[in-house]
């Protein structure tokens, strides 16, 4: 995942932000980014967004709920985005 916010944390702090399933736990998480991309994961930090509430008529829904994963890197490693 790539925004503005995102891009600053990666470059001064280190920490890299992806998408990752609902179903995914951090210890998934570390080695799934350990593997991928060849670095050494430090922490695993996990939001889930739930899906903003919506109404049809008298129907109530909510959309796709959401879960990220914040991943911080030993020092020495980087990641290629660009």
């Known amino acids: ?8 944390q990666a470059e001064h702090q280190n920490v890299y932000s992806f998408d990752v ?3 995914a736990n951090k210890a998934d998480i570390r080695k799934a980014v350990e ?7 430090l922490s695993v930090n996990t939001i889930t ?4 509430p ?8 909510h959309g796709q709920t959401k879960k ?8 020495e ?3 290629s985005l660009y």
């Open 35 to 41: 593997s991928a991309f060849g670095v050494r994961v």
């Open 1 to 8: 995942m790539l925004t503005e916010k995102t891009a600053f």
């Open 49 to 52: 967004r739930l899906g903003r």
């Open 21 to 23: 399933p609902l179903s």
């Open 77 to 79: 490693d980087r990641i």
């Open 54 to 61: 919506k109404r049809h008529r008298a129907h109530f829904s």
């Open 68 to 75: 990220r994963a914040m991943v911080k890197l030993h020092s």
